[in-house]
């Protein structure tokens, strides 16, 4: 008896160690969309509301009047294309138009400022500590962090960016 | 017995290893399908990611090594560099232009926005013409992390003499202290509705061919302050609520005809002119906004007496890339000093339009109304028509224009006018 109850402890192990690896495979492989910043930003959540005030430019600073330094992949890249019409509803040219305007009004000083990969985006996040920008899950080294939108990670049921 | 306990000691433990291979087997079996089904779409559109991310910091690392060759002269070097058959794609720079900041010098840019048309109207005496519009210069340098300028230099010619002129339309230092203070000294738009804060000097970013008459340049007839030289200062109240401010102090303006209405360097008394606005954005409706100001002045014209004047302006806007709402209305009141008279002058514009594809047609209608009494303007009268249009965008930096409007005036024969306009950036 006591010999099954071993077996099936082993089989019962076995399972849950496989179905838990699966499960982080899973999350890696969601397509969510990651909000990241500097792991030196004390913020951890962002409500949709002020990440689109972020993209539009309207919130400019974060606590301490730390400065929000936008950084987008180039035209084309999932990570951008989707975070425009998820959170916007704006395609890329509706969105260079919004930034030249806010420019040509003396709003903001520059576009945000757009890199060709992901590895320049990591890097500048890693030397900016009011960077942000948005990456796909595999991407994001342990030392830049993630950030939650409406209090949702990546990979969790209800996430906003996929 | 101890036979009997090994034989069943034996059986459970080959029971043990037939059910570790089964669960082995099936795992990998399972994990196989998986891998199979996960190869979708989205795993390889991650993949083609992937590859790309490396090819273009492949491109960096070699738009780097040959700007290090052609700097040391190197032909070795910049022979190494194959060139001719690898795609051409625009070398980013190796670290983000907004990004270093510690060493990073003023970074100037240049966009020219211009503007050519063809007008004709019933007017008795007028012509059609062929007309160059504003040639614009707008400049942006990033000074520091919080500072900037921005000046627009605009080039146009005086539809009387058909002599060119040169403005400084805006010169502006911008210092951004934080989401709730912004401050900008020099020459500016004044905070007076949302029209001429929204839009300067380039046609390109406007859905019409011009302003509206109530907030037309103070050189082209425009009886509001267009342009004010002073200091302002913008911020967020409350982010929540979308709750901003506006408030400046500047020179005011000079109702003489005879000199720049703007005073640039010398104001003509020591009386300021404020204006302090509030406008609200809701974040729950994004693209509205609707707001008021008070802007108030004394204002001194030679030969006549003293008038303090209050603009008073209200707006209610709905815009998005697709659809816009405008509706602005201004009321300038005109106290004369030790006269018990005051004037009031109302004006409003509503303009709607909406895209569809390339072309996006709009409707204006314009009303502005300057009693004969009014010390400053009285030779305005009445003004209100509808303008109806076609904007075709060629392309993001370009786009064609149609107009046709109706003007009618206090006193005088109607005026139907066509006007065509293309307008770019270079």
């Known amino acids: 008896m006591k010999s099954e109850r071993y077996v099936l402890a082993v089989v019962v192990a076995l399972s849950c160690c496989l179905g838990h690896s699966q499960s982080r495979g899973g999350a890696k492989e969601s397509g969510d969309i990651a909000v990241v910043v500097s792991s030196l930003n004390p913020v951890n959540d962002l409500s949709p509301a002020e990440l689109r005030r972020i993209l539009m430019g309207e919130r400019r600073f974060w606590g301490g009047n730390v400065q929000v330094k936008l950084v987008l992949r180039e035209r084309g890249a999932r990570e951008r294309d989707q975070v ?45 500590p009011g960077g942000l920008t948005f990456m796909a899950l595999q991407n994001i080294p342990a030392e830049l962090k993630v950030l939650k939108i409406d209090g949702k990670l990546p990979g969790e049921p209800g996430y906003l960016l996929r | 017995m101890i036979e009997k306990n090994s034989c069943k000691r034996v059986s459970y433990g080959r029971y043990l290893v037939l059910t570790l291979l089964c669960v082995c087997s099936l795992s990998n079996r399972s994990t196989a ?102 040639f614009n210069l707008f400049i942006t340098s990033r000074l520091t992390d919080r500072a900037s300028f921005l000046s627009e230099t605009v080039i146009e010619a005086d539809p009387g003499t058909n002599q060119f002129g040169i403005d400084l339309e805006r010169m502006e230092l911008i210092y951004a202290v934080s989401d709730r203070l912004n401050l900008q000294f020099g020459r500016y738009h004044t905070g007076i509705g949302f029209y001429n804060t929204a839009y300067h000097h380039s046609a390109l970013m406007q859905t019409a061919l011009g302003r509206p008459f109530l907030f037309d340049f103070e050189d082209h007839g425009g009886i509001v302050p267009v342009h004010t030289v002073g200091m302002s200062a913008t911020g967020t109240i409350s982010s929540k609520l979308g709750l901003h401010y506006i408030a400046e102090i500047g020179n005011g303006r000079n109702p003489r005809t005879d000199v720049n209405p703007v005073q640039n360097v010398s104001d003509d008394n020591n009386g300021k002119a404020f204006n302090l606005g509030f406008l609200i954005r809701p974040g729950m409706v994004p693209g509205l906004q609707f707001g008021f100001s008070n802007y108030h002045d004394h204002v001194t014209p030679s030969g006549k007496a003293n008038v303090t004047e209050n603009i008073l302006s209200a707006h209610v806007i709905y815009q998005n890339s697709h659809f816009e709402f405008l509706n602005e209305a201004v009321l ?95």
Not at chain 1, 101 to 125: H, I, N
Not at chain 2, 33 to 40: H, L, M, P, R
Not at chain 2, 76 to 85: F, R
């Open chain 1, 84 to 128: 425009l019409i998820s959170l916007l509803k704006m395609d890329n040219k509706e969105f260079a138009e919004h930034w030249r305007a806010k420019v040509f009004r003396g709003e903001a000083s520059e576009e945000p400022l757009t890199v060709s990969s992901s590895a320049m985006a990591r890097q500048y996040l890693k030397e900016t």
């Open chain 2, 33 to 134: 399908q998986e891998t199979a089904a996960n190869i979708d779409a989205e795993t390889a559109k991650a993949l083609l990611q992937h590859v790309k991310d490396l090819e273009s910091e492949v491109n960096a690392l070699k738009a780097q090594v040959r700007s290090l060759a052609e700097k040391t002269g190197s032909p070795s070097a910049s022979a190494q560099v194959p060139s001719a058959a690898e795609p051409i794609t625009p070398a980013p720079s190796p670290m983000p232009e907004h990004g270093s900041e510690v060493g990073s010098g003023p970074r100037l840019r240049l966009q020219g926005y211009a503007d050519v048309g063809w007008n004709t109207s019933d007017q008795r005496g007028a012509t059609n013409s062929f007309a160059l519009g504003q």
């Open chain 2, 332 to 426: 300038l009141r005109h106290a004369l000093n030790n006269v018990n008279l005051t004037t009031n002058i109302p004006g409003f514009y509503s303009q709607v339009s909406k895209q569809f594809g390339r072309y996006r047609p709009y409707f204006r209608y314009e009303y502005l109304n300057v009693p004969a009494s009014d010390p400053l303007y009285s030779d305005v009268g009445l003004l209100h028509g509808p303008k109806v249009g076609l904007r075709y965008d060629l392309n993001e930096f370009s786009a064609l224009k149609i107009e046709y409007g109706h003007d009618m005036r206090r006193g005088v024969a109607a005026v139907n006018r066509l006007g065509t306009q293309l307008s770019f950036a270079f």
